[in-house]
T-cell receptor, first 116, second 112 residues
Framework: NAGVTQTPKFQVLKTGQSMTLQCAQD?????MSWYRQDPGMGLRLIHY???????DQGEVPNGYNVSRSTTEDFPLRLLSAAPSQTSVYFC???????????????FGNGTRLTVT | AQSVTQPDIHITVSEGASLELRCNYS??????LFWYVQSPGQGLQLLLK??????LVQGIKGFEAEFKRSQSSFNLRKPSVHWSDAAEYFC??????????FGAGTRLTVKP
């Protein structure tokens, strides 16, 4: 039972480069989300999805794109990386959503991204 | 939008001592409240949650939290801390639309 799998674990980019952070879950969860974690700021919601084909913006969506073509995968794309996007990124999923009592969020182990 | 404040950035307690981590939230409706724990290099793990009903909720690893609407607080407690409890703790509040907001976190150090 793999849970939520994030790849890569570490990544270094130059300013202006693009990349995709991968997130996959094998629990048949409908809800998936991306957070960034910065020192002193906790986790901030970037984008989330309540099912295949449906995405919505969170607290800090600028500079990031997402799509949800399958239930299992929820990739996060940085089209033109900036130093301000240096952070640790977490993907999380749940059966129904963050507001559901019986469906807690399951987190991946994170991707540490550095943009120089 | 909803928000969470964790006033204490870092707390140090001795092993066996009691622990209370503070959390204050801001939300116009009935909040869904959570405490998560993060060990170094790991993702977050749910400790406990409050949606409605009994204001004292029990979680895993011997933790409990009390919801106080009048104080907009949801403080986490443990009667006797173990060295393995050293980690970072996050309080979170979720709105009905699945928008979950986290506090900045409190790092717990446990002295032997």
């Amino acid at each position: 039972n793999a849970g939520v799998t994030q790849t890569p674990k570490f990544q270094v980019l130059k300013t202006g480069q693009s990349m995709t952070l991968q997130c996959a879950q094998d629990m048949n969860h409908e809800y998936m989300s991306w957070y960034r974690q910065d020192p002193g700021m906790g986790l901030r919601l970037i984008h989330y999805s309540v099912g295949a084909g449906i995405t919505d913006q969170g607290e800090v969506p600028n500079g990031y794109n997402v799509s949800r073509s399958t239930t299992e995968d929820f990739p996060l794309r940085l089209l033109s990386a900036a130093p301000s996007q240096t952070s640790v990124y977490f993907c999380a999923s749940s059966y129904i959503g963050a507001s559901s009592y019986n469906s807690p969020l399951h987190f991946g182990n994170g991707t540490r991204l550095t943009v120089t | 939008a909803q928000s969470v404040t964790q006033p204490d950035i870092h707390i140090t307690v001795s092993e066996g001592a009691s622990l209370e981590l503070r959390c204050n939230y801001s939300y116009g409706a009935t909040p869904y409240l959570f405490w998560y724990v993060q060990s170094p290099g790991q993702g977050l793990q749910l400790l406990l949650k409050y949606f409605s009903g009994d204001t004292l909720v029990q979680g895993i690893k011997g933790f409990e939290a009390e919801f106080k609407r009048s104080q907009s607080s949801f403080n986490l407690r443990k009667p006797s801390v173990h060295w393995s409890d050293a980690a970072e703790y996050f309080c979170a509040v979720a709105a009905y639309n699945n928008d979950m907001r986290f506090g900045a976190g409190t790092r717990l150090t446990v002295k032997p």
